[in-house]
């Protein structure tokens, strides 16, 4: 009498698939944790754009920049605020100068703390150059 054939996967093609998938993941993961704090960053990004227009529209109405978040009516949204930490004294405003100004940073946190401090100023610059 002869044995039927047996269906199925031989342990050591089992053990070949889990190291290609292992060495695909390896490969994948941190390339997305990248693409995850980037987006976070652009999302930061973009907080800090509208922070900066709301002080120039208070600037054209006061003749002073804001010296707080509540006078410009903004609240970090939550998504952001768990992420990057702006505090007073990440918002420095100078309208004794001439002209006045302002420099708003973000301070990282958690996760994105690696990625480093963002800034923006009155006039536009944006450090770390290579972040924006």
Not at 72 to 89: G, K, M
Request: charged fraction near 15%.
């Amino acid at each position: 009498m002869k044995a039927g054939r047996q269906s199925g996967f031989t342990l050591l093609e089992l053990m070949i698939t889990v190291a290609v998938v292992a060495i695909l993941a390896s490969i994948a993961y941190p390339s997305y944790t990248q693409y995850v704090i980037r987006g976070h960053r652009a999302a930061a990004q973009t907080e800090m754009m509208d922070i900066a227009n709301r002080q120039q529209q208070f600037f054209l109405a006061n003749r002073q920049y804001a010296t707080s978040l509540g006078a410009l009516s903004y609240s970090l949204p939550p998504e952001v605020a768990a992420r990057y930490a702006l505090n007073p004294a990440n918002m420095e405003v100078d309208n004794a100068a001439t002209p006045p100004n302002f420099r708003i940073t973000f301070v990282p946190s958690g996760a994105q703390a690696g990625d480093g401090n963002l800034t923006l100023n009155s006039e536009g610059a944006k450090t770390p150059a290579e972040k924006w």
